[in-house]
Structures are given as C-alpha cells and as structure tokens.
C-alpha cells in the first residue's frame, strides 16, 4: 500500500498574526525589564538665582565656608569662560585636573551657567567633561545672560 503526501497548497504561506504577538510581548518584555534610572549620570545641585555668571558668595548671609568657587560660563557662542577669561575645552580639563591635584581636601566647587542662546549639547559635553577631569563638585546656576525678554 502506498500512502501519497498530500501536494502543497498553492496559497499556503507563513501566518504573521502570531509572529507579530510574539514581537509585542518581546517588545513589552524587554521595556519592562530595562533601567533607565542609571545611565551615565552625575549629580548636580542647583544654585541659587543671584549666583548665576558671577562666583558663588561662600560668605552670604554670614554662613562660613571654606569652599574655592571657580565660575565656568558658557557662552552664547559655545565658548567657554572661565573665572572670567576665555578657555578651550582643552585649557578647562587641564585646570581642573591640576586643580584636583593642589586642592586634595576636595573644597574645589565648580559653578557652571550658561548664557542664553546656547546649546543644550555644549552645555552636556561641558558636564560630561568637568566630570571626567575628577571635578568632584558641581553646581549649575541658573542662566548667565540677564533677564529673559
């Protein structure tokens, strides 16, 4: 007795509803299962109004501190200024990190604002490289360029 395959149907293809189910709850699966909360962060405290492109007054309202301020500003055209002259990127990592190496106590703050009309990405890449030169400290002030019209 001979038993014969049945022939393949012409129109038989591959059913995507299951396939595209199985993509979803990977989908669902894997954003349930990530972190977010930990990427590539530092932290930063927020100063006060009045101290935004001029040094941070350790000696306000009669407080003693015995922290060294240093005022980085970053312009409206990305340019760095920093405790009121200019500065390359280069320039700014270099400071920080032989400043790192006198001040071993850790009183070094680093008060970082930024003129309006700059960019959000300067102001980013400033940060990221402020944190890899060691700055242990540092404080973002609110804009340096005046008031907002």
Known sequence: MRLR?????????IALTPLIDVVFILLIFFMLASRFDLWNGFNLALGPAEAAGSQVDGDRAGEKNDRSDISI???ANNDISLDGRRATAAELRAFVTDAQKVTTDRSLRFSVAAEQGAKVAALVALLEDLKAAGAADILLAPSAGGATR
């Open 5 to 13: 395959r049945p022939a393949p149907l012409p129109g038989a293809a």
């Open 73 to 75: 500003i970053l312009l």
